[in-house]
DNA sequence: AATGAATGAGTTTTCATTCAT
DNA sequence: GATGAATGAAAACTCATTCAT
C-alpha cells in the first residue's frame, strides 16, 4: 500500500505541476524537465510514470474535468428547484477551487491543444456536453428541452468568456476569483439566463416595457 | 516601386502565413520554417524581414487588430444614432472578414502569449480599452458613462465567450462565422447589453414584471 | 562516486578539447560540436554540462590560469632569497606543461575574447595582477616596490611577447617549449630583468661603461 | 579615370572597414554585412570586389603590412648612422599611424589567422623577415650578422609583447600609442638593444659591474 | 523505484554568397 | 557598377526520451 500510494502521490504531484507549469508558461511549450522540477522529481520519473509528455497533459486536463464534474455534482446534491439546480451549475462553474486562474489558463491552453489531439477533443467535449446537459435538465422542467437548448449555449458562452477575461485580462490575475468578482460574474450569469427564460415566453415582455 | 511593393508582398505574406499556421498549429510553436514554406520562401527571409520569430508574430497582431480597428471604424462612420453605433460595433465585432475561425484562433494564441511578452500585452489592453471605450461611448448618452462602463466590460466579455466557442467548439470550425449563426450571435450580444441598459435604469422592470 | 567522476571527466575532457580545438583552430571560432567531437560526445551533452558555448571557453580559461598559478605557486615554494623568487616566476611562466603551443594559443584567443566578454576580462586581468605582484614583490627586497612596478610591467610585456614568437611564428610549432629554445628565453627575460634592476639603481653604470 | 578612382575608393574603404571592424568584434568573425555597413555599401558589392571574405581579409593585411614597410622605409631614409638606423625602425614599429589599437588588434587576429591561411602566414612571414632583417642590417656594422641575428629576433619578441599588453590590457585601450607611453615603449627596446649589443660583446661588462 | 547520463531530432538564427535587375 | 532579394549551409541551443545502474 505504501508503493501503491506513493505512486498516486508522485502522479498526483505531477500533475498539479504540469497545470502550474502551463498557467506559468502559457502554453504547451512547458518541457518535462520543468514539469518534473515543480514536482521535485527528475524527468525521468514523469517519462516513467506516464510514458510520454502528451499522456502527462491528458492526465491534467482528465483531473480538472473531474474537479469540475465532482463540484457541480456536490451542489447539485443540495439544489431542491430547478431554479435553485441552475444556481449550483453556474456557482459550479465558479468555484474558486476549480477555477483558480492557473486552472483556466490551462483550459485554455487545453482548449487550443484540442484542435490537434483527439484524445484532448474528446475530453473538452464531455465538459461541454456536461455543462449543457446539466443546464437544459435544469431549464427543461421551467420551459422545455426545446427552448433550454439555445438559452443553455448561450450561457455557456458567457462563462467562457468571463473566465477568459478574469484569467488573461484581470488586473488581479492570478488570483481565485472570489469575492465580490466571483458574485458579480454568478449573478451577470444568473441575470442573463434568467432574462433569456421569460423572453423566451414572452419575447415582448423581455424588453422590460 | 517594383522593389518595395516585393517587400510589402512578402511581409504581408508572412504575416497571412503566420496567423494561418497558428491556426493550423493551435499555439505559438509554430515554426519559422512553417511559417516560411506557407508564404512559399527560405526561412532566412522571414528573418531578414522580421529580425526574430518573435517580432514577426507581434506584426502578425498587429495585423489582426489593425483590421479589427478599421472594420469598426468604417461601421461607425454611418451609424448616426447611439443604438446604431451600438450595433456598429457589436457588428464589427463579430466581421466576417476579421473574425474567421483562423484569427480567433490567432487571437486566443495571443492572449495567452500577453502573458510573457510585453509588446503583446500592450496590443492587447489596446484591443480591450478601444472596444470598451467604444462601448462606453455609444453608451454614455443613454445611460451615462457611470453605468456605461460594468455593461461595456459585460458585454466584452461576452463577446470574447462567443468568438471562443465558435473557433474551437463549433461543428463548423474552420468556417468563417457568417449567416445565422453569426446574427444569432449579433442578437445575443445586442439583446443582452439592451436588458442591461433598461436594468441599469429601472431595476426592477428588467426582470419583465 | 562513479557518479561524480562521470561528470568531472567529461568536464575535465571537454575542457581539454576545448583548448584543443581552439589552439586547432585559432580562433574562438570553434563549434560546440568540434569541440564535443573532440572529447568523444555529443554536443549536447557539452551543452548539458556547461550550458553556453561562452561559458565553456570561460571554463577552459580558467583551467589554464589555475595551471599556470600553481605551476608559479610550487616553484616558489623552494625558492629561498629574491633573486631565486624572481627566476621561479620566469621560469614558471614557460613551465612546458602549462605553456605548450595550444595553450599559448588558447592564451592569445582569450586574449582577444576578453574585450568581448567581461568575464574573461576578469579573469586576464587575475593573470596579469598575480604575475605583476608576484615579480614586484620578488623585486621589491633588491629595489623597493617602487622601482619594481615598471620593471615588472616591463618584464611581463616581454614574456608575453616570447610566447606570441613561439606559439605563432616558430618553425617548430606545435611542440611545447622546451629544451634550447626554453632555456634562452628564460635567460633572456631574467638579464632583461637583471640589467633592468641595475639601471634602476645606477643608471650611469648599465651602459657597462 | 574616373571609374577606377571610384573603384580603388571603395576597396580602400572597404580594406579600412574591414581592419576597424576586426578590431571592434576582436577577431575574424566580423560579418561582410558589418565590414559594408561600416563602409557604406552593399554587402554584395564587397563581394563584386574582393571575391570572398577571405580575400578582402587578406588584402587588409597587405595593407597593413605596406603602411608598415612604407613608415619604416621612410624614417631609414633619414638615418645616416647605424644606431640611426635601429632608432628608425624601432620608431617605426611605433608609428602612431600605423600601430594604432585597432591595427595591433587586426594584426593580432591575423597572426591567429595564419595558422590556417597559408597566404596570410605567407604575408606575417615576410613582416617577420623584414623586421629581422632590417635590425640585423643595422646592427651589423657594430657586432656582424652572427651575433645580431638572435638580438634582433628578441627585439622583435618585446617589440610584439609591448603592442600586445597596448592593444589588449592596456588601461586607455582603443587610443594610438603616442605621448610617454610610446617614448617609454620606444625608449624600452632601444635599451634592451644596447644592453644586448654591448652583452654580445662584453658579456661580464653587461652585469653592470 | 528513481535518477544521472546521454543523445537524436529539431528549432531559431546567422551569414557568406549568388543573382536578377 | 551597384543593390535588394533570396537562400543553403551551418551553428548554438533545446528537449523529449532512453538506458544503465
Redesign the pocket.
Known amino acids: 500500500m505504501s ?1 501503491r500510494s ?2 498516486d502521490e ?1 502522479r498526483g504531484a505531477l500533475i498539479r505541476a504540469a497545470i502550474d507549469a502551463i498557467d506559468g508558461e502559457g502554453s504547451l ?6 514539469i ?1 522540477r515543480r514536482a ?10 506516464f ?5 502527462l497533459l491528458i492526465a491534467a486536463m482528465r483531473h480538472l474535468l473531474g474537479e469540475y464534474r465532482a463540484g457541480v455534482t456536490q451542489r447539485l446534491r443540495t439544489a431542491e428547484t430547478p431554479r435553485a439546480r441552475i444556481s449550483a451549475i453556474v456557482e459550479g462553474c465558479f468555484d474558486p477551487n476549480q477555477f483558480s486562474a492557473e486552472a483556466i489558463s490551462a483550459w485554455l491552453v487545453f482548449y487550443l491543444h484540442a484542435r490537434r489531439n483527439p484524445e484532448a477533443a474528446r475530453l473538452l467535449a464531455v465538459y461541454f456536453r456536461r455543462l449543457e446537459s446539466n443546464l437544459v435538465d435544469a431549464l427543461a422542467p421551467l420551459i422545455g428541452r426545446d427552448r433550454a437548448r439555445p438559452i443553455a449555449q448561450a450561457a455557456g458562452s458567457m462563462i467562457d468568456g468571463v473566465w477568459l477575461r478574469h484569467a488573461l485580462v484581470s488586473p488581479r490575475r492570478g488570483a481565485p476569483l472570489h469575492g465580490p468578482d466571483r458574485l458579480a460574474a454568478i449573478a451577470l450569469i444568473e441575470r442573463f439566463i434568467d432574462f433569456e427564460v421569460v423572453r423566451s415566453t414572452d419575447p415582448a415582455g423581455a424588453r422590460g416595457a
Open positions: 508503493r506513493m505512486e508522485r511549450g512547458v518541457t518535462m524537465a520543468e518534473a521535485s522529481v527528475s524527468p525521468a520519473l514523469a517519462h516513467h510514470y510514458g510520454a509528455k502528451d499522456d
